[in-house]
């Protein structure tokens, strides 16, 4: 901002100037800055569109409309048509200058596929994963596609824990749920529930808030027998609970709790075992995890 | 603002003042107002840093950070502060950007008001030193989960102590590493909380277990919407008949409810059939917790 002294011409170009910065926000103080506060206080999010359909050739287009929010960074984008690389898992990303980075990857891959920085070391958003066969596109990841198999794994972060296509710029920053039947034959030592397991990162430190829900079922058998289900994160118990059949062949049951977890990346888990060995199958309903800053 | 008049000279202190008005927030108007937007629709948060460290002497260094407090936001650089001897020092960011320090005696369940802004509306509490005679022996903020502490980032009154979020969920949270007993109905658990204003919320209560120790006997756990005894009023029950303890079920309470502003108390009783106990567990891997959140 340009402060103009007594007594002497004020030149068209310097109001001109000054009203440009704070249209533009540069001539803002920070208290009353838009983007310092998106960015210190606002997660990476899609605004609207940027949905990526599948192709029976390797070349698909976005849609012109997109929005999102990227480092406090409002970024709108006309189409964008890409050819992809054949065989490959493509991560998407977009920085907050307005470009964007594809992340390629072997087919299936769990690493590599690191999250693209902004230049000042943040993170860029990360809005899908792509993956294409020798000739087409076949899969799309995006949270919020109706359909997509993203949803019915219950994943939606890359396996480093990368969160993708989040649409809302309120908390949770983590999110995770998984509800559907599971056959799950019981061991005898602790094991993970198939679906359980999830990668995230949190980034900033948060409240985990976690609850699974569930029923055993121990067939025919009336005798004692007993069902052992637990949570982990990072390799530590922090939730457990015990039961018995005690001649009820069939026991529901729900686990809930919240635990603190500092900025990085997690690991949490739930498992499952009975020390008797029996034959008992365990199907579990509903698995939510949701981050609170 | 200034408006400026026609056919008069313009005083450059004057479009400077506009320039600068514009520049702070001072000119806009509410429906335009950064401060106005944040005051009213975003919670007091820790935006970095402010991190305070034990200390072998009664002096804590603190890290700088940044915070958002009543809307305004709030750089503070790094800083030490000698806090008193044997004392729970509760540290408060107001929007002016003064701190204030609430000291209660070690323990302490009262006491601990939040300090207020000048217009009346809650400064943002950002930690809780402990010191004996001699150090400040711990210090409570992010990462609270990790201790033994029961409070658990809320201090007993309900206050939130280095809230990171600005779209504040959680508003209240206790819970017990130890098992609890009781015949005749009485307290286990409860924790308050800081209700906004036209704000619904959800409480949950959860235990690995509950159960009646004598077989084929009842154990009954109530939640009450203020203290048990005192007032308080019966929101939600659950009861539980088993063969025997083994066979015993979780605790699972959850209720919606939309109390008025201000501070409010859940408390969580426990009771059985008289002759026998009723139990609820809770241990370091499967605590009994009690939790208040925006629905």
Not at chain 2, 210 to 231: H, K, P, Q, R
Request: charged share 15%; aromatic share 10%.
């Amino acid at each position: 901002m340009i402060t103009f002294a007594p007594n002497t011409r004020i030149l068209s170009a310097e109001v001109n100037q000054n009203f440009t910065d704070l249209a533009n926000g540069a001539g803002m103080t920070s208290n009353n800055s838009l983007l310092t506060f998106k960015k210190e206080s606002v997660a990476n999010h899609v605004v609207t569109g940027l949905v990526i359909p599948t192709s029976a050739n390797l070349t698909t287009t976005i849609s012109s409309g997109g929005v999102a929010v990227i480092n406090g960074t409002r970024q709108s984008y006309s189409s964008i048509t890409r050819t992809y690389t054949a065989s490959k898992d493509t991560y998407v990303d977009l920085k907050d200058d307005g470009t964007v980075t594809y992340v390629e990857v072997a087919n299936g891959a769990t690493s590599g596929m690191t999250l693209t920085l902004n230049s000042d070391g943040s993170g860029a958003l990360r809005i899908a994963k792509v993956v294409s066969s020798g000739s087409a596109i076949t899969a799309v990841y995006q949270i919020t596609q109706s359909g997509s198999a993203a949803l019915s794994i219950g994943r939606n972060t890359d396996p480093l824990g990368n969160i993708i296509y989040p649409r809302t710029p309120r908390m949770p920053k983590i999110y995770n749920d998984y509800s559907g039947g599971v056959g799950f034959t019981f061991p005898t030592t602790a094991t993970d529930i198939p679906n359980s397991t999830w990668t995230f990162i949190a980034t900033r430190d948060c409240y985990l808030k976690y609850t699974y829900s569930g029923q055993a079922d121990m067939t025919a058998d009336t005798s004692t027998r007993d069902v052992n289900l637990d949570f982990v994160v990072d390799g530590v118990q922090v939730n457990y609970r015990y039961i018995t059949n005690n001649g009820f062949n069939r026991r529901t049951v729900s686990v809930h709790g919240m635990v603190f977890v500092a900025a990085g990346s997690h690991v949490c888990k739930a498992r499952a075992w009975s020390a008797s060995g029996n034959i008992l199958y365990y199907r579990m309903a509903e698995y939510e995890l949701v981050g609170e800053r | 603002m200034i408006t400026f008049s026609p056919q008069t000279k313009i005083k450059s202190a004057d479009v400077n003042q506009n320039f600068t008005d514009l520049s702070t927030g001072a000119g806009d108007v509410p429906n335009n107002s950064l401060l106005s937007f944040r005051k009213e629709s975003v919670s007091n948060h820790v935006v970095s840093g402010l991190i305070f460290g034990t200390s072998a002497n009664l002096t804590s260094a603190v890290t700088a950070g940044v915070a958002v407090v009543n809307g305004t936001r709030i750089a503070v650089s790094a800083f030490s502060h000698a806090f008193t001897a044997s004392k729970d020092t509760y540290v408060d960011l107001k929007d002016d950007g003064t701190l204030s320090y609430v000291e209660v005696v070690n323990g302490a369940i009262l006491g601990m008001t939040m300090t207020l802004n000048s217009d009346g509306s809650r400064a943002l509490r950002i930690a809780k030193v402990v010191t004996s005679g001699t150090a400040v022996t711990a210090v409570y903020q992010a990462g609270v989960f990790t201790s033994a502490s029961s409070w658990f980032g809320f201090d007993p009154l309900g206050s939130s102590v280095y809230n990171t979020n600005p779209d504040q969920n959680l508003f209240g949270y206790n819970q017990k590493v130890t098992n609890s007993s009781s015949t005749a109905e009485s307290i286990q658990l409860q924790t308050s909380a800081y209700i906004p204003a036209n704000t619904p919320i959800k409480v949950t209560v959860w235990s690995p277990r509950i159960y009646n120790d004598v077989n084929a006997n009842w154990a009954y756990s109530t939640l009450y919407e203020g203290v048990f005894g005192a007032g308080g009023t019966q929101v939600s029950y659950t009861q539980t008949y088993h063969p025997n303890a083994t066979a015993s079920i979780p605790l699972n309470i959850q209720v919606h409810r939309s109390p008025a502003a201000g501070y409010i108390t859940y408390s969580v009783t426990l009771s059985s059939v008289a002759g026998t106990t009723g139990w609820i567990i809770g241990y370091t891997g499967g605590p009994f917790f009690i939790r208040i959140e925006r629905a």
